[in-house]
């Protein structure tokens, strides 16, 4: 079956520092895969997406690329700021489950000046 | 880009009553939403699957009794969680399909007193 597997929060990182969140995912088919992010008491926020081996999604400095021989969509931003404080969360659909999708856990990430 | 509405944005009720949740495609059409519930610091749970002119598909252990869906036309989508009890008490979050890319409404924060 489809799943997605991510690190475990929380994560506090100091101003400007590099930021990484892993995800890994388990899929029948052929995926996009998608990061979202979620401000408090807001709903989700499509932060970037791929939809094919080596695509990388890029976004206001965040990155990622979807690594097929790894099946992984590691999230990275060279330099964080405060603001971007919030939950991240990976996702990926599959056309042949109606785009359903299945998300990861969550990753809470603290940003501290 | 696609816009996705919910209304209420939050809503306090008092055990045993119903309370409808909307929500809405704005500028697109979506044979297909979704229906996700999150509790504190967790993850989003597919709660259904809502089919316009059909019935819904709800997921595994989601009382389709308790959680009445209607998708009523293309672009609305109704929750309305019947008898409300207070661990019904949560953050419900819709989506709608365009493509092949889901897109999410900002939540209603329900709380049952």
């Known amino acids: 079956g489809n799943s997605v597997t991510q690190m475990e929060g929380p994560v506090t990182l100091s101003e400007e520092a590099f930021l990484t969140i892993n995800c890994t995912y388990t899929a029948t088919g052929y995926p996009s895969l998608f990061w979202y992010v979620q401000y408090p008491g807001e709903g989700l926020q499509l932060l970037l997406k791929a939809t094919k081996a080596d695509d990388k999604g890029s976004n206001k400095g965040f990155e990622a690329t979807y690594r097929k021989e790894t099946t992984s969509f590691h999230l990275e931003k060279g330099s964080v700021q405060v603001s971007d404080s919030a939950v991240y969360f990976c996702?990926?659909?599959?056309?042949?489950?109606?785009?359903?999708?299945?998300f990861g856990t969550g990753t809470s990430l603290t940003v501290i000046p | 880009g696609a816009v996705v509405s919910q209304h209420p944005s939050w809503v306090i009720c008092k055990s045993g009553t119903s309370v409808k949740i909307e929500c809405r495609s704005l500028d697109f059409q979506a044979t297909t939403m979704f229906w996700y519930r999150q509790f504190p610091k967790q993850s989003l749970m597919l709660m259904a699957t809502?089919?316009?002119?059909?019935?819904?598909?709800?997921e595994q252990g989601v009382e389709k009794d308790k959680f009445l869906i209607n998708h009523a036309s293309l672009t609305l989508s109704t929750l309305t969680v019947t008898s409300a009890h207070p661990e019904d008490s949560s953050f419900y979050i819709c989506s709608a399909n365009l493509v092949y890319e889901q897109y999410f409404g900002p939540g209603t924060r329900l709380t049952v007193t």
């Open positions: 996702a990926l659909s599959e056309r042949n489950t109606g785009n359903q999708f299945y």
């Open positions: 809502s089919n316009e002119g059909s019935k819904a598909t709800y």
